[in-house]
């Protein structure tokens, strides 16, 4: 069965520090990624999406980015964070383009101080 | 931008009464899926409408989607404590590309 994994759970990073959050998934090959953040309160906003290694689509223009080093591995990345970078983080999976399902992470709370 | 608009933002009922969800997306939609998000979890997929007019059923919740397929609903009849959370749209617009809707807060009351 498929499974995913993602990590740390908890982050308290301060201003300015770099920041990396990984996400892997098991069972599946070729899968499609995605990094959602979601603010206190908030809807699901899309990072990034990727379709395939090195392929990433970026949605929003911040100071985040993202990498795909692995077939099932997905990076967010931060040189230096903000205090609005603050948020529940979600890496999700789905598969094919018309199986649209998507599958979440446990997600990472992420507050900067 | 966010392409997938839902109301209310928030839904306070007593247990007992009906709570129904509404996306509106200003394009069409190729499919829409709908999602719940317990307090402090993540989002868990309920279901998937992909045809005009569709509507399907699980026990108390019905899914609609609109015959222009850009819009649906999610109504659940005589909510129950355990149906809290936030509920999300999900509409596939083109290739890919996938946003949420705002969500729904549900609150029950005992």
């Known amino acids: 069965s498929q499974t995913i994994h993602q990590w740390p759970a908890t982050l308290v990073q301060p201003v300015g520090s770099p920041l990396s959050l990984e996400c892997t998934v098991e069972g599946t090959s070729n899968p499609n990624l995605y990094w959602y953040r979601q603010a206190a309160g908030r809807g699901l906003q899309l990072l990034f999406y990727?379709?395939?290694?090195?392929?990433i689509s970026s949605e929003v223009p911040q100071n985040l980015s993202a990498s795909r080093p692995q077939d099932r591995q997905f990076i967010l990345s931060s040189k230096k964070l903000l205090l609005s970078d603050s948020g529940f983080y979600l890496c999700?999976?789905?598969?094919?383009?018309?199986?649209?399902?998507?599958?979440f992470g446990q997600g990472t709370r992420l507050t900067v101080v | 931008g966010q392409q997938v608009m839902q109301i209310p933002q928030y839904q306070h009922v007593q247990e007992g009464e009906d709570f129904t969800t509404y996306c509106n997306s200003s394009t069409t939609l190729s499919n829409i899926q709908w999602y719940k998000q317990r307090p402090g979890g993540h989002p868990v997929f309920l279901i998937q409408?992909?045809?005009?007019?569709e509507v399907k059923k699980q026990k108390r919740l019905t899914f609609q989607f609109g015959e222009a397929k850009k819009n649906s609903s999610l109504h659940i009849t005589a909510t129950q404590t355990t149906d809290v959370g936030t509920y999300f749209c999900?509409?596939?617009?083109?290739?890919?590309?996938?946003?949420f809707g705002s969500g729904t807060k549900l609150n029950v009351k005992p």
């Open positions: 409408l992909v045809k005009s007019g």
């Open positions: 990727s379709v395939g290694i090195g392929q």
């Open positions: 999700a999976w789905s598969v094919g383009q018309t199986n649209t399902e998507a599958f």
């Open positions: 999900r509409g596939r617009a083109n290739f890919n590309k996938f946003y």
